[in-house]
């Protein structure tokens, strides 16, 4: 199966079963952001609650945070993003299709991540001379020179009727960190940590950028799953590698495999950071290795540019060695849709049942968005579709559950397979004489008798297992 159509075929399965769905598609789209669905919504909230009990739930060294989305505009000039958040831009002038120039001279082999605008245009002029560059949508040849194009994404608060000037104007965040600086003295006051020490959060943020198209793996609105981690500058290797290995054995530990994952190592640094590696994903349908999470040495730049323009003091003492300091930051950012993206990835398989297809989604039983759908054997045999439905009232107080009583069995088990549910319960006529009913296995298909009366431990034990 090529990249495109296995490509072609998630994002229809996304669409046609409710997980992604195209924004504002009766209007003819909103391009690169996306909705989530019934069972896309389902997938992501468990993704993300399994992120929160591994780094803050089960962890003694870490607090939860729910930054604002809008914060004082200052913030983004501290941080620089105001000053340098950009990506070189060219454009179309036949169709007006917007590309990410140092995107299109890696296509030619050419490395221009973070390149001074300079080299980017020598560049992209080799390849006009030669005949080669070209719009990725329509081929024509008619390009524009590079020029910076901000990521920020402008708004107001106010009067809608203010310009919008440099004086008023406010930010929608383009990451999620910024408020774990803002609010790093007020978590410190009023909680009992102690360096080192975490804050974790989860939101989303937003970015004005040149999209390629690549489903939902690069959108302009997202969510980050951030943890800044503070601590002393002599801590900062041990604590590294250490966040390293927890991050990693964390995608081992729901389904993926080492030969799935890469380290990135990046050589080109931001002038605040010490080290940079990215974890990267091999993407079926994007066809190679691309960064699913980032764990970056940060130093003491961001509490310091933050002290030095709202004037209050972010430093830390250590009461024990009597020393003020302030604190360097170790940072893990992951984009949960990226990780969305990663599983529904590797889940996807074909299968040929006695020569027919099925298309089936392996989650992680954990990260299922249904974890068992109840049937009953026909649909028009009262006491089958009362007896399904009182099993189906049991099980949802304790899992995610769902009734289906629509075509034959074998349908619903499809339907099933094709949302990723790892069990199904089927109630027969021997249910009505003997209190048991089959269990059947998404990944095995094989089917156990099991009593009714067993069915909350059995899930219980196998979605825990």
Known sequence: MTRENLMEKIVS???????VFPSSEIYGGFAAVYDYGHYGTLLKNNIRDAWWEHMVQLRDDMVGLDSAIFMHPTTWVASGHVGSFDDPQIDCRKCKARMRADQVLELYGISADKAPLDFINVELNKLRELGKLACQSCGAKDITPAKRFSLMVKSNLGSPTEAL????????????????????????????????????QIGKAFRNEVVARQFIFRTREFEQMEMQYFLHPKD???????????????????????????????EKLAHYASEAYDIEYNFKLLGGFKEVE????????????????????????????????IP???????????????????????????????????????L??????????????????????????????????????????????????EIGTPYCVTVDFQSLEDDTITVRDRDTMKQERIAIKELADYFKKQLED
């Open 165 to 200: 000037s440099e004086e008023n104007v406010v930010y929608l965040r383009p990451e999620t960190c910024g408020g774990i600086y803002l609010e790093y003295k007020n978590t410190l006051d009023s909680t009992r940590v102690k360096l080192p020490f975490g804050i974790a």
């Open 368 to 417: 299922a968005p249904v974890k068992v759908a109840v049937f009953p054997l026909l649909a028009n045999k009262p006491q089958l579709v009362e007896k399904a439905k009182g099993i189906f009232e049991d099980l949802r107080q304790n899992f995610m559950c769902e009734f289906d009583d629509n075509g034959n069995v074998g349908k619903r088990y499809r339907r099933q397979d």
């Open 236 to 266: 900062m290797k041990e604590k590294y590698d250490m966040w390293k290995d927890i991050r990693w054995n964390w995608y081992l530990e729901y389904g993926l495999t080492k030969d799935d994952l890469k380290w990135y190592k990046h």
């Open 328 to 366: 360097h930051i170790m940072e893990t950012s992951a984009g949960l849709n990226r990780i969305f993206l990663m599983f529904l990835d590797k889940a996807y398989n074909e299968e040929e049942i006695n020569g027919e297809k099925r298309v089936v989604l392996k989650f992680d039983k954990r």
């Open 13 to 19: 399965l996304a669409k046609r079963r409710g997980f």
């Open 294 to 325: 980032g764990i970056h040495a940060r130093g003491d730049w961001d509490l310091s540019q933050h002290s030095k323009f709202s004037g209050v003091d972010l430093s830390y003492f250590d009461g024990e060695t009597k020393e003020r300091f």
